[in-house]
């Protein structure tokens, strides 16, 4: 199962990464709206899923698992909005932490059910509602990368 998630992070972080570089191709084309779409969209997305990924991959203690994907989302979002002026900045930077924080939760909430008051008849199907929510977690990113590339033809 840890190779199939590896393979999941693998192909987000590619995935986020072809999207990094066709925006920096088309960044002189934004204006200061789309650039505030582009970089919270892109960020929140992005950084939610690597964050739960990253939970269900690092056998560490959740706080250190949170403060990590805070900074790795909080990257994402600045590298996102570093595209435009500021403002993106600052609200990729936000998204990014925001997903980051939201990702790890998330991924300790399926790992640890009981962190919710569901009853204790979940705990046997753990590693299948992992693998489902990191496939559609993955596509989550397909779609917003998808929009996103659209969004630049129309």
Same mark, same amino acid.
């Given at each position: 199962m840890n %190779?199939? %998630?590896?393979v999941i992070l693998g192909c987000n972080l590619l995935m986020g990464s072809l999207l990094y570089l066709l925006m920096f191709r088309k960044r002189k084309l934004f204006t200061d709206r789309f650039g505030m779409i582009m970089a919270s969209c892109s960020s929140g997305i992005l950084s939610?899923? %690597? !964050? /739960?990924?990253i939970y269900f991959l690092l056998p560490i203690n959740l706080a250190y698992i949170v403060i990590l994907t805070t900074i790795v989302g909080s990257?994402? !979002?600045?590298?996102?909005?570093s595209l435009v002026k500021l403002q993106s900045v600052l609200a990729g930077f936000f998204y990014g932490a925001l997903g980051g924080i939201m990702g790890a939760m998330f991924g300790a909430?399926?790992?640890?059910?009981?962190?919710?008051g569901l009853?204790?008849?979940y705990i046997n199907s753990v590693e299948v509602n /992992?693998?489902?929510?990191? %496939?559609?977690?993955t596509a989550l990113v397909f779609t917003a990368v998808g929009l996103l590339y659209y969004s630049l033809r129309v």
């Open positions: %190779l199939l %998630l590896i939610l899923h %690597l !964050g /739960m990924i990257v994402i !979002g600045i590298l996102f909005g909430v399926i790992e640890n059910p009981a962190l919710c009853p204790i008849s /992992m693998i489902v929510f990191s %496939l559609f977690g």
